[in-house]
């Protein structure tokens, strides 16, 4: 069982470690958000020369809670080579590289369909900004799965936000929150049961799975299963580190992280389903706990809003922020992602 608490000094010998050529330092998902990191992300890499093919070659996987590290910092660790790999929280990094905003707008991905032809058009102009800015490669993008909204007062639809404080985990999501009348509070993801139980947030968004592994439940009343986000991360390669490989390694490593992503992908959508189920004490409930929530569907006005959220709130706040840091970047979404879109 992964110990789930490191101290500092912990943290700095984990950091100290020198890098073997054949040892690889990964930094996962945390501990606390559950089964795809649980199931999928971590017996990959404990695994790590036989899904890859890669003889000789080991991951010391380290999750990111147990590295007594901030998510936030993940870009800066990877850029200077502290850690080999890293499984990205996107948006907790997204303050550093805007542009992985585009991957996930508000309102772009209502469902996994469109969440994947999002990431086919965008990835690679990530990817090219990670490069030149980060020292980094990313190898992959994939799906927490839709992100919906846990309150403990009552609400019967998004209107009924109006006052409320809201845990947000980026600038997107916080911009459409203020929209309609909540009050967004940044809050990291381990923190936020306890910030449910003493009040300090009226409600929170994630996904029904990563609610059920951290008790959410537990401390709220009511959800309302409308897909804000995604919740999409990937996972990214320090680019000294892949350039040190041989291009027969190289293709190696791409092709177990392309399967990898996928099994991530497919298994995300399972749980979605499964997990909402837990949490209303629905069966069949398979991989969570049982809890008790009130469902609240969705009205036809929050479908309308969600659903006019990009060309009237996401898309525009996101292009200021990320023109200001990454010229061209909103183009570059047009272009692509925005293609289809009348805009």
Known sequence: MIHKIATGAAALAVLAVPAGAESLRVM??????GLIQENVEQPFFENFAEETGLEGYTADYQPVDVTGIKDTEQLRILKDGLFDIVSLRLSQVSRDEPTILGLDLVGLNPDYETGRETVEAFAPVVDEQLQAK????????????????????????????????????DQNLAEFVSLVGGTPVPIGFPEVQQSLARGVVDCAITGPSSANSAGWPEVSSFTLPIAFQLA????????????????????????????????????????????????????????GTMYDLTLVEPTAEDKELVGTAVPNVSFPAWKEVCDAVNPGCSEAWLETVGSDMNM
């Open 28 to 33: 996962g998902q945390p501990v606390a958000t």
């Open 232 to 287: 999409m991360n990937g996972y990214g390669i320090n680019l000294d580190t892949w350039n040190a490989m041989s291009p027969e390694e190289q293709e190696k490593l791409q092709g177990a992280f392309d399967s990898l992503v996928g099994r991530i992908w497919d298994y995300s959508e399972e749980l979605f389903v499964d997990a909402v189920n837990c949490n209303t004490g629905t069966e069949p409930c398979e991989t």
């Open 134 to 169: 980060f020292n980094t490669k990313l190898l992959g993008v994939w799906p927490f799965g839709p992100q919906v909204l846990f309150c403990e007062p009552e609400i019967g639809s998004l209107a009924d936000l109006e006052g409320l404080k809201v845990r947000v985990y």
